[in-house]
């Protein structure tokens, strides 16, 4: 039985390099045959040899580990964010290792620092964006790792203020043509809900101004979003603004300024719209949690606009209709989705940033250095969202 790579390599009459690229998945890159990549492998199996990473990492200098720091796992999109990153790093014999913030920027320093002492290669990091009425992100550990080039790839959204390796999708264009679709089909079929009748489902260019089939009848569509200082969100709200504007339709922000589940800041933001007697036509929601808080609100007993107070929804037979719910994410496809969803590439903008995080490990990239204005020149357009290089 071969105990050590070296034993594998003397067997078959190798170097310990050859044998070392293919077990690292690494052959074809450097053009070693398949039959020999094939021999290596089968001998491994048969020997059920097992690699000691921990001499492997002494010897090359690398441990073989990315670490993933997000502010939190519970939005869905984490989950296929890490699901592409690891479709890569496996490939490459790489393993990914996650750490989150709780949306607190000084535990963020922490586990940034930790992670890098701890040995690992490089860091994926999705930044804890404080609320617009918090202090300002502080940057102060990004910047020491651009100054060493240590590898660090930020994800989702930017930090201000610094140069970094970033793969982020358009937020602002995939936002902007959903509600321009949503006006369009509203405006033309007098109630909410109703598509277009051309054959992809698309919306035409609006030809109203805010209003619907009844006269005097002006659309509302709130937008409901977390206060964050993130690109994205910040993005997605703008887009909103941008097309109400255009339509001639009022803007109604719901800012939160809480992640505490049990706050009830938009149970009351939604009483209030009641109250007022304004009755939405749909519903603009920059994240997938709030839209299905949101939408579960709406079905408790006097939330849904034209309902008496202590009615229950579907008691009576002329119940308004729940108006349609726009969000960032992607529904089940084995549940009967209540919303209008914005597919996010997240899968894809995982392996991107798994790709982008090993070439600059394997110094295929150069890293960014702060402050120098060449590095946000190499700009690369994706299916869906945009990779940026600096």
């Not at 000691?52 to 296929?80: C, H, R, W």
């Not at 939160?256 to 009830?264: E, K, Q, Y």
């Not at 009641?274 to 007993?301: C, I, M, Y």
Request: hydrophobic fraction near 35%; glycine fraction near 8%.
């Amino acid at each position: 039985m071969a105990k050590t790579m070296k034993d594998i390599a003397t067997q078959l009459g190798l170097s310990r390099t050859t044998v070392s690229l293919v077990m690292q998945g690494r052959g074809d890159e450097y053009r070693i045959s398949r039959a020999t990549q094939n021999l290596i492998r089968n001998l491994v199996e048969e020997t059920d040899f097992k690699p000691n990473y921990f001499a492997q990492a002494l010897t090359s200098g690398k441990s073989a580990v990315i670490g993933a720091i997000f502010p939190d796992v519970f939005e869905p999109f984490m989950s296929n964010l890490v699901r592409g990153m690891e479709t890569v790093l496996y490939e490459r014999n790489y393993s990914l290792t996650i750490s989150t913030s709780r949306f607190d920027v000084r535990r963020e320093q922490a586990l940034v620092e930790k992670t890098m002492w701890q040995g690992a290669d490089g860091i994926i990091l999705v930044p804890a964006m404080p609320f617009t009425e918090q202090a300002p992100y502080d940057n102060s550990h990004i910047r020491p790792l651009l100054d060493i080039g240590y590898p660090l790839v930020v994800v989702d959204r930017t930090i201000p203020g610094l140069a970094t390796h970033r793969v982020v999708q358009d937020d602002y264009g995939m936002a902007r043509k959903t509600l321009e679709g949503l006006v369009a089909r509203l405006g033309k079929a007098g109630r909410p809900g109703r598509r277009s009748d051309n054959s992809k489902g698309e919306a035409d260019t609006p030809s109203v101004r805010g209003e619907i089939a009844a006269p005097g009848r002006r659309l509302c569509i709130p937008c409901v979003s977390l206060d964050l200082a993130a690109s994205s969100v910040r993005a997605r709200i703008q887009a909103y603004e941008d097309v109400m504007k255009a339509a001639g339709v009022e803007t109604n922000t719901i800012f939160l300024g809480s992640l505490d589940p049990a706050s009830t800041d938009l149970a009351d933001a939604v009483r209030n719209l009641v109250d007022s007697g304004r009755n939405p036509d749909a519903w603009f929601v920059t994240t997938a949690g709030l839209a299905e808080k949101l939408q579960w609100l709406l079905h408790r007993p006097g939330e849904r606009p034209g309902e008496r107070p202590g009615e229950r929804s579907g008691e009576r037979s002329d119940s308004p209709p729940i108006p349609p719910i726009i969000r960032f994410g992607s529904s089940s496809r084995w549940l009967d989705s209540p919303f209008i969803d914005i597919p996010q590439p997240h899968e894809e903008m995982g392996m991107a940033v798994a790709t982008l995080i090993l070439d600059l490990i394997a110094g295929k990239t150069r890293n960014a250095r702060p402050g120098n204005p060449q590095d946000t020149q190499n700009c690369q357009a994706l299916d869906g969202m945009i990779e940026i290089r600096c």
